[in-house]
């Protein structure tokens, strides 16, 4: 079984900043895809960035230019790395990892979710 574990929300003022983490575990998995979504009370989640194998990332129109996503493959992790922060940033933010796990006869490509972290931008 895969668990996802986010760390770095938090309180920050107007144009602070946060770094997210998502620490991935289990045995035999390959991360493929990294990707960040945020929830606002009321509101649908939203996917903010995404970050494949090859390094190709994606953002959010809202978050382009202020948010960087990255990964660790060695340490099976990502990070989402926010900038210039904003109050309608504030929302509970989701890791999710789309891991390949290798089973011995076959391989099997999974989405998994973390339980998400609050980040709260207010002066």
């Known amino acids: 079984q895969v668990q996802l574990v986010e760390s770095g929300g938090g309180l920050v003022q107007p144009g602070g900043s946060l770094r997210l983490s998502c620490a991935a575990s289990g045995s035999a998995i390959t991360i493929d895809k990294w990707r960040w979504y945020r929830q606002a009370p009321g509101k649908e989640r939203e996917l903010v960035a995404v970050i494949d194998k090859d390094e190709d990332r994606k953002y959010d129109n809202s978050v382009r230019g202020r948010f960087t996503i990255s990964r660790d493959n060695a340490k099976n992790t990502g990070h989402l790395q926010m900038n210039s922060l904003r109050p309608e940033d504030t929302a509970r933010y989701y890791c999710?990892?789309?891991?390949?796990?290798?089973?011995?006869?076959?391989?099997?490509?999974?989405?998994?979710w973390g339980r998400g972290t609050q980040v709260t931008v207010s002066s």
């Open positions: 999710n990892a789309q891991v390949e796990i290798d089973y011995p006869d076959f391989v099997s490509t999974q989405d998994f």
